[in-house]
């Protein structure tokens, strides 16, 4: 299986921060990747899709870059609404596999 | 308005068997592969299974081959999962999701999620 990494595992941020989140593939994922994001209580939310599209109704503040096996999520300036856990998933092989998770928070 | 609703969950002992329904409606449920993706309490998201629109072709995670069996029925816009032979690390909360795209049962991820249904397995 594909295992995803990504790191920190949690952040305490101020609001207007730039933020960014690392997620690191053991192997070479092209740009497969999508990533999601969790707010406490709730489903998952698709964020970005195909690597670098952002998802329905999401704003431009968050941006990707990456390709192979190292990846970023970057949030320009967070906002309240921002708080939440976000995961990578990969789908380039079976089974699925989703990073373990980076818990924002403000600080 | 795109929506999922699972229901089926609840405590089962160790050993024994549960149903798993997710309702969809919004869009043309026969168009999309459609996945069970679940979250042990606390922890991080795990893929389950992922079925074809056609219901031809099914994928299932290692962790639960051979437990589990993913279905559908079209006419009713409604998914299943079956489950047997629970053990306690299955205890999480079960995700119904629709596919933005897939090849067969071979999905790229998903863009619509239902609120989830809680299975605990416990004695």
């Known amino acids: 299986d594909i295992q995803m990494t990504q790191s920190p595992s949690s952040l305490s941020a101020s609001i207007g921060d730039r933020v960014t989140i690392t997620c690191q593939a053991n192997q070479d994922i092209s740009n497969y990747l999508n990533w999601y994001q969790q707010k406490p209580g709730k489903a998952p939310n698709l964020l970005i899709y195909?690597?670098?599209n952002l998802g329905t109704g999401v704003p431009s503040r968050f941006s990707v870059s990456g390709s192979g096996t190292y990846f970023t999520l970057t949030i320009s300036s967070l906002q309240p609404e921002d708080i939440a856990t976000y995961y990578c998933q990969q789908y380039d092989k079976l089974p699925l596999t989703f990073g373990g998770g980076t818990k924002v928070e403000i600080k | 308005e795109v929506q999922l609703l699972e229901s089926g969950g609840g405590l089962v002992q160790p050993g024994g068997s549960l149903r798993l329904s997710c309702v969809a409606s919004?869009?043309?449920?026969?168009?999309?592969?459609m996945t069970w993706v679940r979250q042990a309490p606390g922890k991080g998201l795990e893929w389950v299974s992922c079925?074809?629109?056609?219901?031809?072709?099914?994928t299932y995670a290692d962790s639960v081959k051979g437990r589990c069996s993913i279905s559908r029925d079209n006419a009713k816009n409604t998914l299943y999962l079956q489950m047997s032979s629970l053990r306690a690390d299955d205890t999480a909360r079960y995700y119904c999701?629709?596919?933005?795209?897939?090849?067969?049962?071979?999905?790229?991820?998903?863009?619509?999620w239902g609120q989830g249904t809680t299975v605990i397995v416990s004695s």
């Open positions: 195909d690597g670098s």
């Open positions: 999701a629709k596919t933005y795209f897939a090849l067969g049962a071979t999905p790229y991820g998903m863009d619509v």
């Open positions: 079925i074809s629109g056609s219901g031809g072709r099914t």
């Open positions: 919004g869009f043309t449920f026969n168009n999309y592969a």
